[in-house]
């Protein structure tokens, strides 16, 4: 219904992993990395003197070391919705919101939903590299289904059904930030699976919306079994966007499990990252890749979260005179 079988296979068994999780998130919280690690080293080294910094980090010191964030569900008009309202689930560190505070959207995958990354423990995971790192941020994964079943692959649809790339990249943000809008620099876009793909697609059709990417298990070609892009595929392909204006800056993680061999409809998962960073690199565009053990679950990639946030937290915090 929402992908080739095999996938949808592949797929649904990550998901029975989220119970599984949590005793991978508190193996995490005992390796962690202490306050004033690389990350808070690499930000303060990033904070010349003088600098217009967007993010002053305080390792160990920040509300959230103290007090878990805050979950919400909110629910915004949206065609195509099952009762024409789109969620999203939001997490909020403690305190008052504001411009200078960044965003992390965060898309599930083809079989799964918001609910499936809020229940596998990324808000809490999160919580605990805002105080390692000293920086602290909302958490938002809005809800990329739509009530005929299709792979939408968080795009609009051709045949006009639904249009879940412009709720991502409006809606979502207006519902989210509200009258605090954030700077392109603060607003960064991750991904499991299909939303991996849709982390990397949508910033290269949106560069002046996000300034960072984090795809884990993502694919950087077209792969759309529902035909949701009729006869235009090639403009929401990854890897034939690169050449585009303004996409230059942006920064790229790829994550990829070393067992992750999760089918497509050509080919699988299984070396994207790698194809897909060395196009980024021919373009001298920013990239890191991680490879960590195991296949396509969230027990993969919930332990990569300190190093993905790191990467997230150089460029927050970065001179405010590189983006906009």
């Known amino acids: 219904m929402f ?7 592949a797929v649904l068994v990550a998901s029975s992993l989220v119970v599984a999780t949590a005793g991978t998130l508190a193996a995490v919280r005992d390796e962690m990395p202490q306050p004033g690690g690389a990350a808070a080293q690499a930000a303060g080294a990033a904070m010349l003197p003088g600098a217009d910094s ?17 979950n919400e569900i909110i629910k915004v008009p949206d065609k195509g919705a099952p009762d024409g309202k789109r969620p999203i689930w939001v997490r909020r560190p403690p305190g008052p919101d504001s411009d200078d ?4 959207y ?33 958490v938002a994964a809005p809800f990329g289904q739509e009530v005929g079943g299709s792979d939408t692959e968080w795009g609009d649809a051709a045949d006009g059904d639904f249009a879940i790339e412009t709720f991502v990249t409006e809606k979502a943000i207006k519902a989210v930030e509200g009258e ?3 700077p392109r620099r603060l607003r960064a876009l991750g991904g499991f699976s299909m939303g991996g793909y849709g982390a990397a697609a949508l910033p290269l059709r949106h560069p002046d919306t996000y300034a960072q990417a984090v795809s884990w298990a993502g694919y950087f070609k077209v792969d759309d079994p529902s035909d949701t892009f009729g006869d235009n595929p090639g403009a929401h392909a990854p890897d034939r966007l690169l050449d585009e204006p303004g996409v230059d800056d ?55 979260f300190p190093r993905a946030v790191d990467f997230l937290v150089e460029g927050w915090t970065a001179s405010a005179a590189k983006g906009g």
């Open 3 to 9: 992908t080739t079988l095999s996938r949808r296979t």
């Open 180 to 182: 605090n809008t954030r």
């Open 106 to 138: 965060l898309l599930h995958g083809s079989t799964t939903t918001h609910l499936d990354v809020r229940d596998a423990g990324v808000g809490e995971a999160l919580d605990e590299q805002m105080c390692r790192t000293g920086v602290e941020f909302v």
């Open 54 to 70: 967007a993010v002053h980090p305080r390792p160990g010191e920040v509300a959230s070391c103290d007090k878990a964030g805050t």
């Open 250 to 304: 942006i920064r790229f993680m790829l994550v990829e499990g070393k067992d992750d061999h999760t089918p497509l409809q050509t080919g699988s998962i299984h070396g994207e990252a790698e194809r897909f960073a060395k196009l980024l690199r021919k373009n001298d565009m920013s990239v890191q890749t991680m490879h960590p053990e195991g296949g396509h679950s969230w027990e993969t990639w919930v332990p990569t």
């Open 101 to 104: 505070l960044p965003v992390l």
